[in-house]
């Protein structure tokens, strides 16, 4: 990007926030507009003109009349334009191609609408993000940059519509290709390395290509954090062979697909002096347990961007491991397969502090108020269920959110979705101007719950940051986690698998286990424990390699790794069979005892 379009963004972004309210009302009046007539509004806007409405009046009557809604609300139209109808049921534009959702890591698949609209928001996320990045870490002309991003397979639904995942169809569009031709750094990687669908293969040809670009590269990206932290444990097990490819301009014998090794091969050469100098670096690295393996590897590397919140977070440690000292990471922005939401304006503010600012133009926005409910022993949800863990208030909209106060966001976009619920819970750190600065804070959905206890996300990976801390005396680290709430046999419990690098003494895996179960604090779950209605907390060590296994069966089922996450909590039978059959041992708390 030129340096004139990235202030141009800025000053474009300066005056969508300054005018929030204003520019939120016109967005909602453009898409209702434009989807006036569809199937899923008519039945409450029925023969209302909305052309002849003025936007505050229009997103009066919106919000007054259109019901909030789910996913299953909206999913029997999805389903019919995913076998063929073509009439106009969520949105006047064709909708050709349907994302999988990021979330769809418990076997079920969930569609959303991708448009040209979907694509070209994208590509200004990407402009506006990389404009603030700019000024904190400027990037030379003509660098390179080492992106870890992956398509998968398309395939066909019933109608002939294109289906895969949002980052798929987004390398495969035309705007994609602009950012390529347009900006001023370059992936490493050829079309042919992205799009590839076998991981492996695609990992180690990034490394190749941006090992023989290793001068020129100015940052490294992926997705997701966890991208990044698989694809350099695999650069442990290849950097062998990527040194003779780089000493003899050679492809290795494991990239089997033609097109693959074409692209790559059209472009690398023979340079015995760059491999002699990377087989150096990676024997240091070797004996070090490859810490600052990134700035070592290539040294002009100014920082690592990532999605580094929610999720992702149990996977900052091995990333700063990675990074070394020196290296920032900077957190990439916040969006969802259904839009994007903010901004990071602020790159140089660490990951676990950083803060999204939403971009107004983007969607038009409603957040529900949140309060945390505290729990009386009397309490009560259905053993096993996916209950709430929250009041909640009518929902206002983004002119009208209070700092401090916790949000669930509310959708209407482009692409079909009308007031549809994401799920997520921020928090309101402040404001830019007129837009709101949200802290991702975690999903709403309840992932643990036997009794009357209610742990999100959030609350689980507190609980397991809290066990872990014994694994550091012993030089040891926790890899991956996830957790299941067996219900089977009375009184049902927690079972929290983790997969650990290194060598642990029984005992402190047995203390491991006590201190997790002790860092439950919902009140819920404490009187529960005590009084043996949720049984002790069950810990499984699964042999290294089994998560490696569950990233490559949901691969296999149309994931990719762009958009892999690991379920931090599974009722998914394939899954616990693979976690059971790897569990090498097993420990239960006294915590209460």
Known sequence: MEASSSEDMIIWFEEVAKNAGKVQMEILKKILEINHGVEYLEKWFGDIDV?????????????????LASHADLEPYIQRIADGETSPLLTKQPITTLSLSSG????????????????????????????YRSRVYPTKEGGKILEFIYGSKQFKTKGGLSAGTATTHYFASQEFKLKQQQTKSFTCSPEQVITSGDYKQSTYCHFLLGLFYSPDVEFITSTFA???????????????????????????????????????????????????????????????????LIPKLWPNCKYVYSIMTGSMQPYME???????????????????????????????????????????????????????????????VVAG????????????????????????????????????????????????????KLNFLCRRKLILTVNIDKNTEQDLQLAVQKGSQPLIKSRAELVDFTSHANIVNQPGHYVVYWEIKGVVNEDVLDQCCKEMDAAFVDHGYVVSRKTNSIG??????????????????????????SQFKTPRCTTNQVLLKILNLYTIKRFRSTAYQ
């Not at 003779?244 to 340079?271: A, E, F, H, M, Y």
């Open 51 to 67: 052309h002849k409405m003025d936007a505050e009046a229009l997103q009066s009557l919106y919000t007054s009349m259109v019901p």
């Open 536 to 561: 002790p907390l069950e810990l499984c060590i699964v042999e290294r390699g089994t998560f490696k296994k569950i990233m490559e069966y949901f691969i296999g089922n149309g994931a990719t790794m």
């Open 104 to 131: 769809t890591t418990e076997g079920r698949q969930k569609y959303v609408p991708f448009t040209s609209h979907s694509s070209k928001t994208t590509l200004q996320m990407f402009k506006l993000a990389a404009a």
């Open 318 to 380: 091995k990333l700063k491991h990675y990074a070394g000292d020196h290296l920032p990471l900077v957190s990439a922005d916040y969006g969802s397969t259904e839009s994007w939401i903010g901004v990071n304006m602020d790159p140089s503010c660490a990951p676990q502090n950083v803060t999204f600012t939403v971009v107004p133009a983007f969607s038009y926005f409603e957040f529900i108020p949140l309060h945390r409910q505290h729990h009386k022993p009397c309490d009560a």
């Open 226 to 292: 966890y991208c990044i932290v698989q694809a350099l444990t695999l650069f442990e097990e290849y950097w062998i062979d990527l040194c003779n490819d780089l000493s003899q301009g050679t492809l290795s014998p494991r990239i089997t697909l033609p097109g693959i090794r074409r692209s790559v091969l059209d472009l690398i050469k023979p340079n015995t002096h760059l491999a002699t100098w990377v087989r150096a670096k990676c024997e240091e690295l070797e004996g070090s347990d490859w810490y600052g």
């Open 385 to 436: 269920g996916g209950g709430d863990d929250y009041l909640e208030d009518d929902p206002v909209p983004l002119s009208k959110v209070k700092i401090g106060q916790q949000y669930e966001i509310v959708l209407t976009t482009f692409t079909g979705l009308y007031r549809y619920r994401l799920g997520d819970v921020v928090e309101v750190s402040g404001f830019y101007k007129g837009t709101p």
